[in-house]
């Protein structure tokens, strides 16, 4: 074994299993190599990618937020379009009712101007048949009265 | 050492042969630790080169180094929970990045282009040295999480949920490590024995299946050694419900 060889302070023969001051060194060199890489690459890389993944999520619920922002105001925008419409189409029934209600009374209105006006003209019709026989009817008795004088006389 | 017939260089193979390092009383294992070296290299190389300019829209390497980041992050929170994992992401990421890029690159570095005088370079995770450094590393901190999240109350986990499971749980952590430096020693040198076998006997074509095998070895050994120290760790901080 290796400490045998040391006191003769010749080289050791080796093999494969020979332990000597290789594993302290080495494992110095690990705990080395650990910290090494640790200020190098897993603190920087890590600080890196949890940064990003903070970013991330922010972002996300940045954006979710901003989604419900927009959701509520279209929910609004909806809301006040469904009133519009129902005001307009109130709007459009009301200014229905009123024509026809103009209409009809415009209507009725003519009407009653066309019979009133239908009324007086056979009232005139009437009174002027009736001035027109009571002419006649003079006439007829002056006439009457003629023939019977101018036989009378003769 | 398996004598070369064919005098090519990829062909030869030698198991257990060391570039020794003598530092006073100390031996180390050179060749180990120059391809760790290269490993780590590359790994900073990437690390660096990915986080030098970093954006929210990712771009280039750093994509890539989201995506590491990310894969560990599950891994590490899965394992651990939600409360502790952020304190232990950065041991259980390194040992996977590590040994990933360790055993990757043993199979992929053309290393046999570089001669050493003894021993030959590879991955370091085909030294048993390396994987007992990582798996005592591993031990520790689950101790160290344990002790330092739950305080004594830590070794109330020895006896839940009856103290028949004390010397079970004993035993559990010296088999912890031991199994997760074997198995990670013992998969990585397999794989590249197979090849350096297979490519001493048919030096073409026929190495490439069991080098694609030893790719996907070498990754899922990495997960799992990153997940099982995850998972001791979460064991280890873990409350139970009272």
């Known amino acids: ?154 | 050492m398996v004598p070369s017939l064919l005098n090519l260089p990829f062909a030869e193979l030698e198991v257990g042969q060391h570039l020794y390092w003598q530092i006073g009383n100390l031996n180390l294992h050179g060749q180990v630790f120059l391809s760790s070296w290269v490993v780590i290299g590359l790994l900073l190389l990437l690390v660096v080169s990915g986080t030098r300019k970093m954006e929210r829209d990712p771009k280039g390497v750093q994509n890539l180094l989201e995506y590491l980041w990310d894969y560990l992050r599950e891994l590490a929170r899965e394992q651990i929970g939600e409360k502790a994992y952020r304190d232990w992401l950065p041991f259980v990421g390194t040992l996977f990045l590590f040994i990933f890029v360790c055993n990757w690159g043993g199979a992929l570095i053309p290393w046999r282009l570089v001669e050493l005088p003894n021993g030959e370079l590879g991955a370091p995770t085909a030294d048993i040295n390396t994987t007992v450094a990582m798996a005592l590393l591993v031990s520790l901190s689950y101790f160290y999480a344990g002790l330092s999240r739950k305080g004594l109350r830590y070794f109330e986990y020895y006896v839940e949920p009856t103290p028949i499971m004390l010397p079970f749980k004993i035993i559990e952590d010296f088999t912890k490590p031991l199994s997760l430096s074997f198995r990670l020693f013992g998969n990585i040198l397999a794989d590249e024995l197979v090849v350096a076998v297979l490519a001493f006997l048919v030096p073409v074509l026929v190495p490439l299946p069991a080098m694609f095998l030893g790719l996907f070895t070498s990754a899922i050994q990495a997960l799992i050694f990153a997940t099982l120290a995850a998972n001791y760790i979460g064991e280890a901080v873990h409350e139970e419900a009272h």
């Open chain 1, 1 to 154: 074994m290796t400490w045998l060889l040391l006191a003769e302070a010749g080289v050791p023969e080796g093999g494969l299993f020979d332990l000597d001051a290789t594993l302290p060194l080495m494992a110095v060199q690990v705990v080395l190599l650990t910290f090494l890489l640790n200020s190098l690459f897993f603190r920087p890389v890590g600080k890196v990618v949890e940064d990003r993944e903070g970013y991330i999520a922010t972002s996300r619920a940045e954006a979710k937020q901003k989604l419900e922002q927009i959701n509520r105001l279209e929910a609004d925008l909806q809301d006040q379009l469904r009133g519009a419409r129902q005001a307009a189409q109130s709007a459009i029934v009301e200014a229905e009712q009123e024509v026809d209600r103009l209409y009809r009374e415009a209507l009725a209105e003519a009407e009653a101007e066309a019979n009133r006006t239908r009324e007086k003209a056979r009232r005139e019709i009437e009174s002027q048949r009736e001035s027109a026989q009571a002419q006649l009817m003079s006439q007829v008795d002056q006439l009457s009265a003629q023939i019977i004088n101018r036989l009378l006389a003769a």
